[in-house]
């Protein structure tokens, strides 16, 4: 099994920043990890990805966030990083890591949710 935990969600004001982290632990080769991604549920709405990157580091964002936020990666630490710039409210959800072996959106395995609430 794979264990994805984030950290780094809170309360932002509209125009400013956060970084999502998320570590990976666990047996990573029980299946292949081709990609991990982001994905966010904001209440009444369905879940969507944001952003997926890759093990080769190729990268695909929601056309919502493109040029607002940036999906890395630290091989070395299993970790994916989400950093959101410029948040507006509509950003206000919960947002989930995920990972597994589709390139264009994981959801082989999820992490437990870290709220991100933009509002002033």
Not at 34 to 43: D, I
Not at 104 to 116: A, F, I
Request: aromatic residues 8%; proline residues 3%.
């Amino acid at each position: 099994q794979v264990q994805l935990v984030e950290s780094g969600g809170g309360l932002v004001q509209p125009g400013g920043s956060l970084r999502l982290s998320c570590a990976a632990s666990g047996s990573i080769f029980v299946i292949r990890i081709n990609a991990m991604g982001w994905y966010r549920q904001a209440p009444g709405k369905q879940r969507e990805l944001v952003a997926a990157i890759t093990s080769g580091s190729s990268t695909n964002y929601a056309d919502s966030v493109k040029g607002r936020f940036t999906i890395s990666r630290n091989n070395a630490k299993n970790t994916v990083y989400l950093q959101m710039n410029s948040l507006k409210p509509e950003d206000t959800a919960n947002y989930y890591c995920s990972a597994g072996r589709n390139v264009l959106g994981p959801t082989d395995y999820w992490g437990q949710g870290t709220q991100v609430t933009v509002s002033s």
